[in-house]
């Protein structure tokens, strides 16, 4: 009668836990929900978004969307999505809807099947990377979030069938070139997890043909990824550059660029687990409090840069000794992590939401951890160390969601609060003052062609001598301020067209004996800083033909 007893309460308790959670999950999704949708209304989109929307939108078939897609540095499972709405509408908010389902699909997921605690999940919910910058701002890499989450949920049923690891690994690796890495290292887990099981020999002789099929998937969709993530040969942009070749041949000036750019690649982990942004600046997007924009030039920055590239070093440590008794979790963060910050070295720094794939493998190291057992392959002394930083797991990682926390809501207002981006301003400006049929030239393309999208019109790009929407990443002439004004003279020529509405992204300051230029319209200062803009009505003078 006891035992009967105690097993009726036993599952009261579980029944009520469950209860408990399903509640939690609801509420955090519609919580997330409600503050999303009320977040991407007052969202101006800046370019990166508007670009992706604009190639899916100008492209009359998915043979065109990849062939437009060849300068984007990009795999293409987003714009292939974007393809499918831009059928159906020409609206960009419908893309941040979508976006938002995504989002929210996440935090569900999250919320639902993770082993963290209730107020981890919590904080997660209202942390910087889903609350802001991967919901409220619309890119590829909320995507990947969800593929990466749904990979730890369905994790413990691995020996079952491989298959639908290896579709998710293929949809990964064409989210994002970080995607790509991470896919990678899922995989390269996925072989060393089973060659270290006690009955690999089983496993392969019973499920030869289904472990066959999804290498061949998971390895086809890496390498439709890396083969678009190949650049052609007249691409205008492939990543920043990493050492400068130096007049001086001495051991010091060769060693410092170099140096310079390791410290730099570092410092990301601080960057991305200390999400602090400078509060006391306007532009606060892709900020650090402690290190905003690293240059190492003056006194403090080189202090702080030290400080950073310090912080970064115990960070990495604790959490790699996380990980340090489970080889396969540890092969996955130091595999992923490491993969991200080389590609960040060698070919290109990135922002905040880039490096946002580094906290998100750190989350999936730690959901995957869960399903092992603790190895006893260190020696004692290291034992103890590391199994005194994992008895502080929860500690630790309730504290950088909370620091997370902060800048998550501390985004979300200001971008509610100031416009991110001033081309919603400016499209409303000419659609209401009866602009719209003008001939409309943009300087610089890049800047301005979110108005493009907005307005569902080309504009004249004087960069390229045509007219467009999204931007083409070629090699181009970079047009100097002084050249601009003959450059739109031209375009009013060759466009049969006395006058036009001029937009620059910055001020103009040249003159042209041939023009009459009077200013209309400043715009807001905006959160992106180049995407705050200056329109100018421009006439052709009236030639004099008199002797």
């Not at 399903?22 to 519609?30: D, K, P, Q, S, Y």
């Not at 090699?475 to 301020?481: D, E, H």
């Not at 800083?529 to 008199?546: A, G, I, Q, W």
């Amino acid at each position: 009668m006891l035992m009967v007893a105690i097993q009726q309460i036993r599952n009261k308790l579980i029944h009520v836990t469950v209860k408990k959670n399903i509640f939690l999950t609801h509420l955090l999704v519609l919580a997330f929900l409600v503050f999303g949708t009320i977040g991407i209304l007052n969202h101006e989109m800046w370019r990166d978004e508007l670009q992706a929307w604009m190639i899916a939108k100008d492209s009359s078939s998915m043979i065109e969307l990849f062939n437009n897609l060849k300068y984007e540095g990009h795999p293409g499972l987003w714009h292939s999505c974007l393809y499918l709405i831009t059928r159906f509408t020409d609206n960009p908010v419908a893309m941040q809807f979508f976006h938002l389902l995504i989002a929210t699909t996440v935090i569900y997921v999250f919320v639902k099947f993770s082993p963290f605690t209730n107020l981890q999940k919590i904080l997660f919910t209202f942390g910087y990377f889903p609350f802001y910058e991967y919901s409220i701002i619309s890119r590829a890499y909320s995507l990947g979030c969800l593929l990466v989450f749904v990979f730890c949920t369905l994790y413990p049923r691995r020996n079952q069938s491989y298959l639908i690891f290896s579709l998710i690994i293929f949809l990964l690796a064409n989210t994002s070139v970080y995607g790509c890495i991470i896919a990678i290292s899922l995989a390269m887990t996925l072989i060393l997890d089973a060659w270290m099981s006690q009955n690999f020999l089983s496993l392969f002789y019973i499920k030869r043909w289904n472990i066959v099929i999804s290498l061949i998937i998971g390895t086809l969709g890496i390498i439709v990824a890396v083969i678009q993530l190949i650049m052609p040969a007249d691409a205008g942009f492939i990543g920043d550059k990493i050492i400068t070749t130096p007049s001086d041949d001495s051991a010091v000036v060769v060693l410092k660029p170099i140096i310079k750019r390791l410290a730099l690649t570092f410092i990301i982990i601080w960057r991305i687990y200390i999400t602090i942004p400078n509060f006391f600046g306007y532009k606060f997007w892709n900020s650090n409090i402690l290190i905003e924009t690293p240059s190492f030039f003056s006194n403090i920055e080189v202090l702080c840069g030290i400080f950073a590239f310090i912080f970064s070093l115990i960070l990495l440590l604790f959490s790699t000794s996380l990980f340090a008794r489970k080889p396969v979790v540890l092969f996955l963060y130091l595999s992923g992590t490491g993969g991200i910050l080389l590609f960040s070295y060698i070919k290109y720094l990135g922002y905040l939401r880039h490096h946002g794939n580094l906290f998100i493998l750190f989350l999936a190291c730690l959901w995957i951890s869960s399903f092992y057992r603790q190895s006893n392959f260190l020696s004692g002394a290291l034992t103890k160390v590391v199994s005194f930083f994992y008895q502080r797991r929860n500690q630790y990682l309730t504290t950088i969601l909370l620091i997370h926390v902060v800048a998550g809501i501390f985004a979300y207002t200001r971008d509610l609060n100031d416009p991110f981006s001033a081309s919603k301003e400016v499209a409303a400006f000419i659609e209401t003052q009866g602009f719209k049929e003008s001939l409309i030239i943009g300087r610089k393309d890049f800047a301005v062609s979110p108005i493009s999208a907005l307005l569902n019109q080309e504009i004249y790009y004087p960069e390229s001598d045509e007219f467009g929407s999204f931007i083409v990443w070629k090699k181009r002439p970079n047009l100097k301020s002084k050249d601009l004004l003959g450059k739109v003279n031209q375009a009013l020529i060759k466009n049969n067209q006395n006058q036009a509405l001029l937009i620059l992204s910055s001020r103009l300051k040249t003159k042209s004996s041939d023009l009459s230029i009077s200013e209309l319209f400043t715009s807001s200062q905006s959160i992106v800083f180049d995407e705050t803009y200056h329109l100018y009505f421009v006439r052709r003078k009236p030639v004099n033909k008199s002797l």
